[in-house]
């Protein structure tokens, strides 16, 4: 990839992507919308190459949220099929050979199949060693459930009303020792969050682009980089204040 134009003192550590707009890219072919899910898985192998060469040291995809069950059950059954057969059993391999680590964000409830779990646990045992870009899948994951489950986590914990705080609270979210992602994108054109890692991107930079995830490749990857680089930010403090003291980490 072209990585010319890119700053590499100021790549972002985590970069969080919501990947929409698989249904519309199938029905402006008339095609079937799961032709658009096929597609898409393509678009994640080719974003995921882009994030390793970048050197990204997270990458964060939602896959599929707590919300997207309500979608008829023969486009939820193939979209599982994607994730767990194509992604996690045909892909696994050139992901590991690359040095991804895959881990999983999302709840590991009643709805999702045993067999799915069981591709999640093998990918995730497969790559675990692995030094290179994270990749996390964030699977039947939704931003409030996440906050939800940090809060029943600590009350079970038995942590004292007086001992809870933010550090607590994100010692309890899903993935440890997961940085806020520095940026946040969304494809196919819609200005929505949809419930992505709400507590996560307080600070985010987000870059909303109009290419639906199918046709997303490494250089559009490349080019919200560029974008991103060309944001100030702040953290609250005024614009003087960081120039004399840095970004803050
Ligand atoms: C994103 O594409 C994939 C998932 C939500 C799983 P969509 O299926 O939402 O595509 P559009 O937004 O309907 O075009
Ligand atoms: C968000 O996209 C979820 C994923 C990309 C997995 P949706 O297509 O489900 O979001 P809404 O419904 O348009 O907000
Ligand atoms: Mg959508």
């Given at each position: 990839m072209d990585t010319g134009g890119?700053?590499?003192?100021?790549?972002?550590?985590?970069?969080?992507?919501?990947?929409?707009?698989?249904?519309?890219?199938?029905?402006?072919?008339?095609?079937?919308?799961?032709?658009g899910h096929r597609a898409g898985e393509e678009a994640l192998l080719d974003?995921?190459?882009?994030?390793?060469?970048?050197?990204?040291?997270?990458?964060?995809?939602?896959?599929?949220?707590?919300?997207?069950?309500?979608?008829?059950?023969?486009?939820?059954?193939?979209?599982?099929?994607?994730?767990?057969?194509?992604?996690?059993?045909?892909?696994?391999?050139?992901?590991?050979?690359?040095?991804?680590?895959?881990?999983?964000?999302?709840?590991?409830?009643?709805?999702?199949?045993?067999?799915?779990l069981r591709r999640m646990d093998e990918a995730v045992e497969l790559t675990r060693r692995n030094?290179?870009?994270?990749?996390?899948?964030?699977?039947?994951?939704?931003?409030?459930?996440?906050?939800?489950?940090?809060?029943?986590?600590?009350v079970a914990e038995g942590v004292k009303p007086s001992d809870v705080n933010e550090r607590a609270l994100r010692?309890?979210?899903?993935?440890?020792?997961m940085p806020d992602p520095d940026l946040f994108i969304r494809t196919s054109g819609e200005y929505r969050i949809s419930n992505f890692l709400l507590w996560e991107i307080a600070y985010s930079e987000l870059?909303?682009?109009?290419?639906?995830?199918?046709?997303?490749?490494?250089e559009h990857l490349r080019q919200a980089v560029l974008e991103y680089q060309q944001r100030e930010r702040r953290f609250g403090r005024t614009g003087e204040q960081r120039d004399q003291d840095g970004l803050p980490a």
């Amino acid at each position: 990839m072209d990585t010319g134009g890119l700053d590499p003192k100021r790549m972002p550590r985590h970069v969080a992507c919501v990947m929409d707009g698989n249904g519309r890219w199938a029905t402006r072919r008339g095609l079937p919308r799961t032709e658009g899910h096929r597609a898409g898985e393509e678009a994640l192998l080719d974003a995921a190459k882009g994030a390793v060469e970048l050197g990204l040291e997270w990458f964060t995809v939602y896959a599929f949220s707590t919300e997207n069950w309500r979608r008829p059950h023969s486009e939820v059954r193939f979209l599982l099929g994607v994730i767990a057969d194509d992604l996690l059993t045909r892909r696994r391999d050139e992901l590991h050979a690359m040095g991804v680590r895959i881990l999983f964000a999302g709840r590991r409830d009643w709805r999702v199949p045993k067999w799915v779990l069981r591709r999640m646990d093998e990918a995730v045992e497969l790559t675990r060693r692995n030094t290179g870009t994270t990749l996390t899948v964030a699977f039947n994951y939704g931003g409030r459930a996440e906050i939800v489950d940090a809060v029943r986590s600590l009350v079970a914990e038995g942590v004292k009303p007086s001992d809870v705080n933010e550090r607590a609270l994100r010692r309890h979210l899903y993935v440890q020792g997961m940085p806020d992602p520095d940026l946040f994108i969304r494809t196919s054109g819609e200005y929505r969050i949809s419930n992505f890692l709400l507590w996560e991107i307080a600070y985010s930079e987000l870059v909303f682009m109009d290419v639906l995830w199918p046709d997303f490749r490494r250089e559009h990857l490349r080019q919200a980089v560029l974008e991103y680089q060309q944001r100030e930010r702040r953290f609250g403090r005024t614009g003087e204040q960081r120039d004399q003291d840095g970004l803050p980490a």
